[in-house]
């Protein structure tokens, strides 16, 4: 399985990052989406996209809007995954076309994991 992770805060990649691979997973992490988001996702195929919201230069809602805009990528499952749990952030995410909306800081990464493996299994 393999997973697309935006996130501006080195701790929060590289900690996913060996945590997913422990688990068996490919990641990519990147540190922001200012570059071409649709290229990245075209060139790694991922299974699950997971984004992180506030980034520099491109938030994960704009992000979001650029994946789902485009036919080519607005069918790749994304995740939000950001430490911003308001529920107006929460409820515009999953309004942008999210399947989830995960808080950082509400999971340890194991739980991360299972719910990533869960939401893909039934789709790999």
């Known amino acids: ?3 697309l992770y935006f996130d501006d ?3 929060w990649r590289e900690l996913y990052e060996q945590a997913f691979e422990n688990a068996g997973f490919e990641i990519k ?6 570059g071409d988001v ?8 991922p299974d699950l996209i997971l984004l992180d919201i506030w980034m520099p230069d ?9 994946l789902k805009d485009d036919k080519r990528t607005k069918n ?12 107006k952030s929460i409820q515009k995410g999953l309004g942008l076309g999210a399947e989830k909306y ?7 990464p194991a739980e991360v994991i299972k719910i990533c ?8």
């Open 76 to 87: 790749f499952p994304v995740f939000f995954f950001s430490s911003m749990g308001d529920p």
């Open 102 to 108: 995960l808080v950082k800081t509400d999971y340890e």
């Open 9 to 11: 805060t080195p701790h």
């Open 29 to 34: 992490t990147l540190p922001d989406a200012r």
């Open 1 to 3: 399985m393999r997973i």
């Open 38 to 45: 649709i290229k990245e996702v075209l060139d790694f195929q």
């Open 117 to 124: 493996k869960d939401f893909l299994s039934p789709n790999i």
């Open 58 to 66: 491109v938030t994960g809602f704009d992000a979001i809007k650029i």
